[in-house]
């Protein structure tokens, strides 16, 4: 068992080198000032770290904003998503009714409602607000979509001792949809965290990781842009990476989790 | 078995997908070459014809299908966007800021200026609880990007005159609505966005400062093209730059009628073209001011916009950035002296709205 | 005491059960069986509360079934073990469950002293804080079947609760559910398609007919225990008893 995880690990390690080589080897290649290669990255990479950025701005800086920006859009959604598909999964006629404004709602990018919320709503609830639409449905929809997954012989376990609906839900339904419903998490922080990268390149505040790409790019410093990406990238891969970890630890009683 | 194939087709896929993509961007850098197509992609900036109005003038007038071009325009938020999209192969010519495209070519872009579309044109304008500017001290001040001209004359306030403040990026028709709402504290911009605080009154706003305050005679937008087009068609780039001349000679000549072409392409009312139009200076014979540029250049590497290492020598790199030869043949083609008129030989027929109207404008009618 | 009156009971226009009555006598171990797919389990769910009769009804003590007032328990043929509890939580749960549905606040320690005494009774001690998918199907049903019991019960309905299990642990798990009656003498209702186990486990088996049910007979064991397979008696009573359901 343990001599697989190496054998993966390394597997692993060998694909990223060479992917990393082969976008060098591109780099070298193309020679244009506009594909920065892995070394130049890098380098980029080391002067943000050290010396922040050209307003001033240290990486941290900006890394912490765009994480305070995801954290409250996500726990906003959590807060509202959560009780609003339990209670759309017990009384399906609810969901039914409002299914009309909320489906089409649903699949307009937030990246569209991004025009508007610039004019009607202002400073940090601008993010909260596009955040918050990108993390919400994927929540809300696995959560009311887990409800009638519910076993229903657990359900009768209890009904036979006398439970009401309350307690059936809170004791029963709840803890049988968890499971889903931090899946629908992991998915709604991951798209939250894409719409947050739109939502900064598209104006307002100078800091922020998808700020920080765009001023880059148009001083043409690409390498510096890249190496916002890759950082981007990184940031998402270890929310997500601990979001499964957190989900690993709640739902020991599985023997099987979902990635 | 079946895992080695499944390696690999992977492995065939990946470097198919990494061909496809370097041949796809070789291809794309190539674009068509002028003279074989009559058509000519042009860029441009939101908004921003008071600067450029040899652009929107030429082409109402019809100067520049007299030289036998059928424009194909494009619009930008702001002059690094449209450097970006003329690095990527996208536009022949364009009309850009000074600082944009001083960035674009330190950055190795192949682009040429050959003519001065406009000098100075914008302004600082804050609310009226910012009395002079040592008041910015600490404030949020709007810019409409980081490596817009705009952003560089803030610098140069910041410098010159001893403050700090905060840089505050977004699109030039946002600034206002910043600025409306208190996110901001003042802004710059190109006219007429700045004075249009001014005359809609919101939040007090009146004019801080004028570039012409704060660098006088600075270059502003310019009128660039294709480097290989300098190089190996010089008779092409002839013709636009004759379309350019005779639009800025015909604007100074008539501003009464540029003023509402200009409204009409801006989408803006004429009322506010009208009032921001003093600020705005198209120079004519429209040559590009190398000292200024020079002083731009300088401050662009100071502020680490540009890197030092792209620009050993100032002066070379200018000279072979800049070539004012096309206006000054052009002029001596034509053996006119600098005050000689041009007349359109097609007339002019307003309103013609060649773009959808944009923007929300209403400016009182004064008149 | 637990009277079944008249009950009826129709989905749609498929009538299932036929007017049943019959009654349990406290602390009786009765078994019902018949052929496969006649309504045992239905009957058993309505005697538990689950689904309404159509027509008729079950008193308890003379009163109308009511699960809130009336403890009742059921041991579902299916693993219904909740997995996100351990086997300590599992059985503690139907206490919780019932504290909460009558509004009383029982003490913490004294439900965990049921369920500890409960485990002990039922061999699984070592194993209270396992989960579910840590153990053997067989020992899933113990746990299900000593959180039944641990309620200290009124009624307890038992639906082929071994249905799922390979024959060594049926047996096994009969003799231990034996057991546990023997000690606690609670009234349980055991449904079967096994006919050994209509006669090696009740005091008394009802059969009943096909679709729609109805009460066939009702046949009385009287075989002193520990019951032996092998007594001619034994396998007398199977062959009535298979005599009444065949219907192959």
Redesign the interface.
């Known amino acids: 068992m343990k001599q697989r995880r190496w054998q993966d690990s390394i597997l692993g390690l060998t694909v990223l080198v060479g992917f990393l080589a082969a976008w060098q080897l591109a780099a070298v290649v193309v020679r244009s000032p506009f594909l920065p290669g892995v070394t130049d990255t890098l380098g980029a990479f080391a002067d943000l770290a050290l010396h922040g950025d050209l307003d001033g701005y240290s990486l941290l800086t900006h890394v912490a904003v765009s994480l305070t920006r995801i954290a409250a859009g996500f726990g906003l959604a959590c807060l509202l998503g959560i009780p609003l598909g339990l209670l759309m999964g017990v009384y399906p006629s609810v969901y039914r009714n409002s299914r009309t404004v909320i489906e089409p709602m649903r699949f307009i990018p937030p990246m569209a409602w991004i025009p508007i919320v610039i004019v009607v709503i202002a400073g940090f609830s601008r993010y909260l607000f596009i955040i918050w639409l990108g993390a919400f449905f994927p929540i809300l929809i696995s959560t009311l979509a887990g409800v009638p997954r519910v076993n229903q012989v657990h359900l009768d376990v209890a009904r036979v001792h006398g439970a009401t609906r309350g307690y059936l839900i809170r004791r029963v339904v709840v803890p049988s949809v968890l499971p889903e419903i931090f899946a629908g998490m992991r998915v709604g922080l991951g798209v939250g965290w894409m719409c947050i990268v739109a939502a900064e390149m598209l104006g307002g505040e100078n800091i922020g990781l998808g700020r920080l790409i765009l001023k880059y790019a148009e001083l043409f410093k690409l390498d510096y842009s890249v190496a916002g990406m890759v950082l981007i990238g990184l940031l998402g891969l270890l929310l997500n990476e601990a979001f499964i970890q957190a989900e690993k630890w709640f739902f020991r009683w599985r023997w099987e989790v979902t990635v | 078995m079946s895992g080695k194939l499944n390696w690999m087709l992977v492995a065939a896929l990946t470097v198919a997908a990494l061909v496809a993509l370097s041949s796809s961007y070789l291809f794309h850098l190539m674009g068509p070459s002028p003279g074989e197509s009559k058509s000519l992609r042009v860029g441009h900036l939101v908004a921003d014809e008071l600067h450029q109005p040899g652009w929107c003038a030429a082409q109402e007038l019809g100067f520049i299908s007299e030289e036998g071009f059928e424009p194909v325009n494009s619009e930008y938020m702001n002059g690094p966007a449209e450097m970006e999209h003329f690095a990527a192969g996208e536009l022949d010519v364009a009309y850009v800021g000074a600082a944009p495209f001083l960035t674009a070519r330190a950055a190795g872009v192949d682009i040429v200026a050959v003519a001065s579309s406009n000098t100075e044109g914008s302004s600082i304008v804050a609310g009226q609880e910012i009395r002079g500017v040592p008041d910015l001290n600490g404030k949020r001040v709007g810019s409409p990007g980081i490596g817009t001209i705009q952003d560089y004359i803030l610098t140069r306030v910041e410098e010159t005159h001893g403050v700090s403040f905060t840089h505050f990026y977004a699109k030039i028709t946002d600034l206002i609505l910043y600025f409306e709402r208190g996110e901001i504290d003042a802004y710059i911009g190109w006219e007429p966005h700045p004075t249009r605080a001014v005359v809609e009154g919101i939040r007090g706003a009146h004019t801080l400062l004028t570039s012409h305050e704060i660098l006088p005679g600075h270059q502003c937008c310019v009128l660039a093209v294709r480097g290989d087009m300098v190089r190996n068609s010089p008779e092409v780039v002839a013709s636009i730059v004759r379309w350019h001349v005779k639009a800025q000679r015909w604007v100074l000549d008539h501003p009464d009628t540029a003023e509402e072409i200009i409204a009409n392409y801006s989408g803006l009312s004429v009322n506010l073209i009208r009032a921001a139009h003093p600020v705005v200076q198209h120079n004519y014979p429209p040559y590009l001011d190398l000292t200024s540029m020079r002083i731009m250049l300088e401050g662009l590497m100071a502020s680490g916009k540009i890197d030092p290492k792209d620009v050993p020598d100032l002066d070379s790199f200018l000279n072979q950035a800049v070539d004012n030869s096309f206006v000054t043949s052009l002029l001596q083609a034509q053996r006119l002296s600098p005050n000689a008129t041009f007349e359109p030989q097609v007339a002019a027929s307003l309103p013609r709205v060649a773009m959808a109207p944009r923007g929300v404008v209403s400016v009182p009618v004064s008149r | 005491m637990i009277q079944v009156e008249e009950v009826s009971k129709r989905f749609g226009d498929l009538l299932v059960l036929d007017r049943v009555s019959f009654s349990v006598g406290d602390g009786e171990f009765m078994c019902i069986c018949g052929p496969t797919g006649c309504g045992k389990t239905t009957l058993l769910k309505v005697m538990?509360?689950?689904i309404p009769a159509s027509m008729g009804g079950v008193l308890v003590d003379g009163q109308p079934l009511d699960?809130?007032r009336h403890?009742?328990?059921?041991v579902?043929q299916?693993?219904?073990c909740?997995?996100?509890?351990t086997v300590f939580g599992n059985v503690r749960?139907?206490l919780?469950?019932?504290a909460?549905?009558?509004g009383q606040s029982s003490s913490r320690g004294e439900m965990d002293e049921r369920v500890e005494r409960i485990l002990d009774l039922v061999g699984l001690k070592e194993f209270a804080h396992y989960?579910?998918?840590q153990i053997s199907a067989g020992m899933k049903q113990r746990v299900a079947i000593a959180?039944a019991f641990v309620?200290e019960p009124d009624l307890l309905l038992m639906d082929e609760p071994f249905g799922y299990l390979d024959v060594q642990t049926r047996y096994f798990l009969g003799k231990e559910t034996l057991r546990i009656w023997e000690k606690l003498r609670r009234t349980v209702v055991f449904v079967t398609h096994s006919i050994e186990e209509a006669v090696y486990l009740p005091e008394r088996t009802m059969v009943l007919t096909g679709l729609p049910a109805r009460v066939s007979a009702t046949i009385p064991v009287n075989l002193p225990r520990p019951r032996d397979y092998d007594d001619p008696r034994f396998m007398d009573l199977r062959r009535k008893i298979t005599d009444l359901i065949k219907w192959w």
């Not at chain 3, 403890?71 to 059921?74: E, K, N, P, Y």
């Open positions: 538990a509360g689950l699960p809130l403890d009742i328990s059921f579902f299916e693993p219904s909740l997995p996100w509890k749960f139907s919780e469950t019932r909460a549905a009558l989960y579910p998918h959180r309620t």
